[in-house]
């Protein structure tokens, strides 16, 4: 019986951990909102865990396709709120933050786990009417490609057990947008490369940075509030192994080694 509990602990340790899917339920899929004040609600999907291993959530509204290099985030509308205090939020979304493009605008639900990481959840596409505002041509491009579909992007599971269920999706989210430099990135949005792997020997004589320096001004008054909301880090992609040590246990000690051993015995 020990054995047999042992095993199933072990068992549910290796389990991956399952995708924490908060599920949109308003905007609805296709609809037709106008500019201003957006409800946003949410439920969980019922796939474990459920929301209350979640900690904070941070939403936003985007606007392009279903890469990154065609999307743009136009407004924070909640940022490190908490799940505990209700399943609601509002979205101020200006006249001028964009154009109305149909099905081009969704909700980007970035979530952090209780045990470290996150979990991006999408929204369905919809349409927010009576914008005067302008849209790049590679998001208009992104939204005409989908033909009309309001499916969002697809989940990005980068809670800590997760990452083999993960499996590399930040960086196809992300895509090319991890490898420009973070100063040169614009929008509520920023990627941050993949973190490099420790090497087993350090042989390096003469260390040089991993990225370029950028430039920077002290600051001599107070500053705006940073503007970026979420920062995502490119998905480790190395993998570890581990085999058992089948070697014999080494004998005792024999001749002086032993006699000099004894000596300390009680």
């Known amino acids: ?6 095993a199933v602990s072990l068992l549910a340790a290796l389990t991956p951990y399952a995708l924490a899917d908060v599920l949109v339920t308003s905007p609805a899929a296709g609809a037709q909102l106008p500019f201003g004040n957006i409800q946003v609600t ?4 019922g796939v474990a865990p459920a929301l209350s291993a979640l900690t904070t959530y941070t939403i936003q509204l985007v606007v392009g396709g279903q890469e990154a290099s065609s999307q743009r985030p136009l407004v924070t509308c909640a940022n490190n709120a908490l799940f505990s ?34 979990v991006i959840n999408y929204s369905s596409r919809f349409t927010v009417t009576g914008m005067n505002g302008v849209t790049d041509a590679a998001e208009v491009a992104g939204v005409t490609a989908l033909n009309g579909a309001t499916t969002g992007p697809t989940t990005v599971n980068s809670v800590n057990n997760g990452a083999a269920a993960g499996g590399g999706g930040a960086a196809a989210v992300g895509g090319s947008q991890f490898t420009v430099p973070y100063g040169l990135q614009t929008g509520l949005t920023k990627y941050a490369p993949m973190q490099p792997v420790p090497p087993t020997k350090i042989t ?20 705006p509030r940073p503007s970026v909301a979420t920062t995502l880090t490119a998905a480790q992609t190395f993998s570890v192994s581990s085999m058992e040590n ?3 246990a080494a004998s005792n000690p024999t001749g002086d080694m032993a006699k000099f051993l004894a000596r300390w015995k009680d």
Do not use: H, Y
């Not at 949410?42 to 999907?45: A, F, L, N, R, T």
């Open 42 to 45: 949410w439920k969980d999907s």
């Open 246 to 248: 089948t070697a014999a």
């Open 85 to 118: 205090a209700g399943s609601t939020a509002t979205c101020v979304v200006g006249q001028g933050a964009a154009a109305s493009t149909v099905n081009g605008f969704f909700l980007q639900f970035t979530s952090v786990a209780s045990e470290g990481g996150t």
């Open 1 to 6: 019986m020990r054995f047999r509990l042992s």
């Open 204 to 223: 390096a004589n003469q260390v040089t940075p991993l990225n370029p320096t950028s430039a920077f001004t002290i600051a001599t008054t107070w500053m």
